[in-house]
């Protein structure tokens, strides 16, 4: 069977689109509710149908799934890609505390635990436990600032603002130094990285001459800024705390609010730039797909999903437009260099970085006797199907 794609345009990284996108079977969802625009199916939501290495035995929501071997995997023996998986058997515990989770790795009562980024450094080295080193991740890190919020939308004010932040401090005090400084429209690893763009530097006094030209000597008459953190990702609280000290340093005030994520990004999304309700700032990471696109589209096109600081540049959209529309490596590397110049010069973004030995969106370790785990860049999580144990 063949299978022909019609594009609009060259589009060489369709097929790094392609390998976030997951195999549903259109029968089943035919039979159950079909495709509706814009509308959930709960059917699909409640039995995952797929093609993988296991089977959903059981599931009691909230509390824990088990999962089996699949006797008829496609990729098993007998000609098979991928080998019959090791295990015979997953169960998953959704366990949403942080104290039980660590009790349980270090105890062995599991073999692979979630940690939080605060408790990474507490619990990394710890005999009988691994945080396995995978080094940099797909996971990019950034805080938008909302360019069309006043007085965030005067350059001079967010070059102060960027100038004001101590990197390094966030990077030792929260990530354990496991921050890769990465900086511009597509992180590292990827067509069009440029490894001489680092995080803005920390210079208070720069930060307050700026200020002061910018007609806020001293942080005069700056109105407060709105900070958003994540309460489900507790890094974020300690990057909002450091960034809500450094900027009191020279005397822009920073108030502190938690939400959800999922309730961040609805608070985005229903809410003007320039209003003074949307965040002024905010700690935001995506993992994408292992293409530039997958950075450069969302996060710095005009009106795009993940620009959620409102930051819109004609040339930046050509441009990444232009990059992402050519099969020259070549000029698609000297087109996002370009882009990222204007970008990383708008001050519109205070660059985290990559996150190094970093799952999407948290850290894994494992017992020692665990083995056979792998780091996948697609947006994925951990395939069990490779996993054994020693």
């Not at 909230?62 to 990729?75: C, E, H, T």
């Not at 401090?169 to 992180?187: D, E, K, R, T, W």
């Not at 008459?221 to 960034?243: G, K, M, R, S």
Request: glycine share 8%; proline share 8%.
């Amino acid at each position: 069977m063949w299978w022909y794609f019609i594009l609009e345009r060259p589009f060489p990284d369709i097929f790094g689109w392609m390998t976030i996108a997951k195999i549903v079977d259109p029968r089943a969802i035919e039979l159950h509710g079909g495709v509706q625009k814009g509308q959930p199916n709960s059917w699909a939501n409640l039995n995952p149908i797929g093609t993988g290495p296991f089977i959903l035995q059981t599931w009691v929501q909230g509390s824990y799934a088990v999962l089996v071997r699949n006797p008829n995997y496609w990729g098993g023996p007998g000609g098979g890609v991928f080998p019959t998986p090791k295990l015979s058997k997953v169960v998953i515990y959704f366990i949403p505390s942080e104290t039980t989770r660590e009790e349980n790795i270090l105890s062995g009562a599991a073999d692979v635990a979630v940690i939080d980024t605060p408790r990474i450094a507490a619990i990394n080295g710890t005999p009988g436990v691994v945080l396995p080193n995978f080094g940099v991740s797909n996971t990019y890190a950034w805080m938008p600032l909302d360019v069309q919020q006043y007085p965030l939308n005067i350059t001079l004010v967010r070059e102060a603002i960027v100038h004001a932040i101590n990197w390094n401090q966030i990077n030792q005090q929260v990530y354990h130094g496991l921050l890769y400084p990465s900086a511009g429209v597509v992180p590292y690893g990827l067509i069009g990285y440029n490894a001489s763009m680092k995080p803005y530097s920390y210079n208070p006094v720069l930060a307050e001459n700026l200020l002061a030209q910018a007609g806020f000597p001293n942080g005069t008459n700056f109105p407060t800024l709105l900070f958003v953190y994540a309460t489900d990702y507790p890094e974020t609280y300690l990057v909002a705390q450091i960034v809500q000290a450094d900027l009191a340093q020279v005397g822009i005030h920073v108030e502190l609010k938690g939400l959800t994520f999922a309730q961040q990004i609805a608070l985005d999304y229903s809410t003007p730039a320039s209003s003074s309700s949307h965040p002024s700032l905010q700690w935001v990471s995506i993992t994408g797909p292992p293409i530039p696109s997958g950075y450069a589209d969302p996060l710095f096109m005009t009106g795009n999903y993940g620009n959620l600081g409102g930051y819109s540049n004609p040339t930046v959209d050509a441009l990444l437009l232009q990059a992402e529309s050519t099969y020259n490596n070549t000029l698609r590397e000297e087109l996002y260099w370009k882009a990222s110049n204007i970008v990383y010069n708008s001050y519109a973004y205070y660059f985290l970085g990559n996150i190094k030995d970093f799952f999407p969106a948290q850290f894994f370790v494992f017992r020692s006797n665990v083995h056979g785990y792998y780091y996948q860049s697609a947006f994925s999580q951990l395939d069990f199907s490779t996993i054994y144990l020693t």
